[in-house]
């Protein structure tokens, strides 16, 4: 028996509880790991990288005006104020 028939064989006799975990895990691993991922006719290759999105996240993140600023000595001796 190969690996996925056994997975099989186990997920027959699991609980419609535990088979959503067991759901919710593998799309998790599937999307740490892309390139591991099946698609049309084997296993995606090292070089297949997927489309950025330019400036998705525009905005998101804002920069306090004294962000270039030297951090006072109290930062360094971990002093509190």
Partial sequence: MNTKE????ELESTSEELLS???K???SI???HPRSIPH???YANATT???RTPNLEQGKIVMSDDFNEPL?????LGVED
């Fill in 40 to 42: 049309s006719g084997g």
């Fill in 21 to 23: 975990e067991v759901l």
């Fill in 25 to 27: 895990f593998v799309k």
């Fill in 49 to 51: 990288t997927r489309q």
């Fill in 72 to 76: 006072p000595n109290a930062f360094w």
């Fill in 30 to 32: 599937k999307r740490q």
């Fill in 6 to 9: 056994l997975i099989v064989s």
